[in-house]
């Protein structure tokens, strides 16, 4: 597996395969990889001829206030990871790199898609994400790129920004990888002690309480948000961000469920912050 550290080594790399008529897949993570990630890798794998993985902990998504320094940095873990999912080459720059003395420019994603969920809480956010992988795109030469359904809202910000932009690359969702017990698997997980872990399994329970309601009929949008409300209340280390539920991936306003829907969630189970969502009225 290449380990590519400048924009010119992933310029000279993704340009020959790109030259060559190869299928890129690009599988951006800002490492820490667990069974989610890999997921990803081995969709791109079966996918394209040429898998690149990105491993870069993006400053400009981050608040001031939110986990940067913190965030898990695990890059040798991550490359013995890569390799064995057979991995051709991982980006792994250092933020100097992706944003130099001089740098100036953001891709930013106006109105409803990102007033809400993350986007209301997490000012600057996306602005930083559609950035960053704009970027990636553009260096990787991608022809595919795969994201967790975990990130719907996410998901849903990348695919708008590059219809907007033109930009020629299929974005691929996958759906979230759980552990055993229920919970979405996440790098923010390591933050976890273990009577919080056991605690954050309120987060599936509560998603799956409304998924059992509406596959048995209940269609109203707020009798389904105050299931998962009541659920969550009964957790004291459970702190509620947000409970939202909106058409999917147009993230309107429904008063009923009559068309596939985001159900999402995030909740911070002592100082973590975690998100949860599940997609009713799709097989997904
Ligand atoms: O989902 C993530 O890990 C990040 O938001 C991404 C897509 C790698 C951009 O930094």
Do not use: W
Not at 77 to 82: A, G, I, P
Not at 115 to 144: E, I, M, Q, W, Y
Not at 183 to 199: D, I, K, P, T
Not at 250 to 275: C, H, S
Request: aromatic letters at 8%.
């Amino acid at each position: 597996m290449k380990i590519l550290k400048t924009i010119e080594e992933i310029k000279a790399f993704a340009g020959e395969m790109s030259k060559a008529g190869k299928k890129i897949g690009l599988v951006p993570t800002m490492g820490a990889l667990h069974e989610g990630h890999l997921t990803l890798m081995r969709e791109a794998r079966k996918e394209c001829e040429i898998v690149i993985a990105s491993v870069f902990v993006n400053p400009t998504q981050f608040g001031p206030n939110e986990d940067y320094d913190a965030y898990p940095r695990k890059f040798e873990e991550d490359c013995q990871k890569l390799e064995q999912e057979g991995i051709d080459a991982v980006f792994h720059p250092e933020p100097e790199i992706m944003y130099p003395q001089g740098y100036l420019t953001y891709v930013n994603v106006d109105g409803d898609i990102t007033n809400k969920l993350c986007g209301a809480r997490r000012p600057g956010h996306f602005r930083g994400v559609a950035t960053v992988v704009t970027k990636l795109f553009n260096l990787s030469r991608a022809t595919d790129a795969y994201f967790g359904q975990k990130d719907a809202q996410q998901v849903v910000v990348v695919r708008r920004f590059v219809e907007d932009l033109n930009i020629p690359v299929r974005i691929h969702m996958v759906p979230i990888v759980r552990e055993e017990s229920g919970l979405a698997r996440s790098s923010r997980n390591m933050y976890l002690s273990s009577e919080e872990r056991e605690a954050a399994l309120v987060l599936s329970r509560s998603l799956k309480k409304a998924e059992t309601a509406f596959a048995g009929g209940e269609k109203d949008t707020s009798a389904l948000k105050k299931l998962v409300r009541e659920e969550l209340a009964g957790e004291k280390l459970a702190e509620i961000d947000y409970v939202e539920l909106y058409s999917f991936p147009a993230l309107q306003e429904l008063a009923k469920v009559d068309q596939p829907a985001l159900l999402a969630i995030a909740v911070k189970i002592g100082k973590t912050r975690l998100i949860d969502n599940v997609i009713l009225g799709s097989e997904r």
